[in-house]
């Protein structure tokens, strides 16, 4: 009997490439609902070895185009890649550090006063410093 599978070619697994914050943000401005879109940024960052993941935030995300929503969304973008960054001791890319990134409103992630110091008190300093506010573990659900 012949056999079946020699004509086969062995598939290139390693063709996947994990998306970047530039990515992440982009697929916000075309519509992706931005947790999905975040929470794909994130499972490709834990996927991807530490000494490569600087690849994943060294270019800067799109303009927002002066839409509130949307700069709720890269200034939340800009304050994730700095904590991520800090965690595994990465330096910052330096387009982190512009002040669009900062929003002239608190923001926080879940409505209602009784949670609001909880917030305040918790949340990392990446996100205070941009006027975020969603607590310690705001990433862990994503």
């Known amino acids: 009997m012949p056999d079946t599978n020699a004509d086969i070619q062995p598939t290139n697994k390693s063709s996947y490439r994990p998306q ?24 490709d960052w834990r996927r991807t070895v530490v000494p490569e993941r600087a690849t994943l935030v060294a270019a800067p995300i799109a303009e927002y185009r002066g839409d509130a929503e949307l700069r709720h969304w ?15 001791g990465i330096p910052f890319p330096s387009w982190t550090s512009s002040a669009e990134y900062t929003l002239p ?12 110091a909880w917030q305040l008190a ?13 607590g310690d573990h705001m990433l862990d659900r994503v």
């Open 20 to 43: 970047t914050a530039a990515e992440t943000f982009d697929r916000i401005l075309s519509g992706t609902t931005p947790w999905v879109a975040i929470g794909d940024f994130l499972d």
């Open 74 to 88: 890269a200034a939340f973008i800009a304050a994730t890649v700095e904590w991520l960054c800090w965690n595994e």
């Open 105 to 116: 409103e608190p923001w926080f992630l879940y409505p209602g006063w009784r949670l609001r």
């Open 122 to 134: 918790t949340t990392p300093a990446p996100y205070k410093m941009r006027n975020i506010f969603g």
